[in-house]
């Protein structure tokens, strides 16, 4: 039986974030391959974090029309989908598992943003996840469900200028 060769170097992991969202499309399915293949030290969280935004970029551009390209103007972008949910939750009145799941998805690409734009790394913490930016860990993930539930006055823009300025 031939024994597959591990991709265990640093540099087959690293995320190339500042890249077109296409590239970044092309490298998590050589990736997912790779994981499929037998290469399971690839499946990291910050990959999961990656399959998450990208999703979220795709359900933005069939479900809204409107397209997510990872720069800081798209944070614009993020907030009116936010909007959008924050009323379709409101109407509803519940935070069904389907909207958290988008919530989580939605806070993959804040981060993913936050990442490309300003540096950081993501955390898995046990609150959610998390993006570490200078030594302080953003939680975007309860940003965003405190957002969608209307449990802060901070803007997705207010927040991701807020942690710019940690740089």
Known sequence: ????????NHSARQI???E?????????QKQYELIKAGNTDLAT????????ALDFIQ???TSFSSVLDGSEDSVTILEEVLDALKRGIANKNVFDIAQSRLAEKAAA????VIIATIGGTWEDTGNGAAVSVK????FVDEFVRQYLCG???LSAVQYYRNIKLLK
Do not use: C, W
Request: proline fraction near 5%; avoid cysteine; hydrophobic fraction near 40%.
């Open 45 to 52: 969280f910050e990959l999961v974090m990656l399959g998450n």
């Open 151 to 153: 449990d802060t006055e």
């Open 135 to 138: 030594g302080r860990s953003a």
């Open 16 to 18: 190339p974030y500042s």
């Open 1 to 8: 039986m031939l024994k597959m060769k591990r991709l265990d």
């Open 59 to 61: 359900i933005v551009r």
């Open 109 to 112: 690409y804040l981060g993913f």
């Open 20 to 28: 077109p969202v296409s590239r970044l499309e092309e490298f998590y």
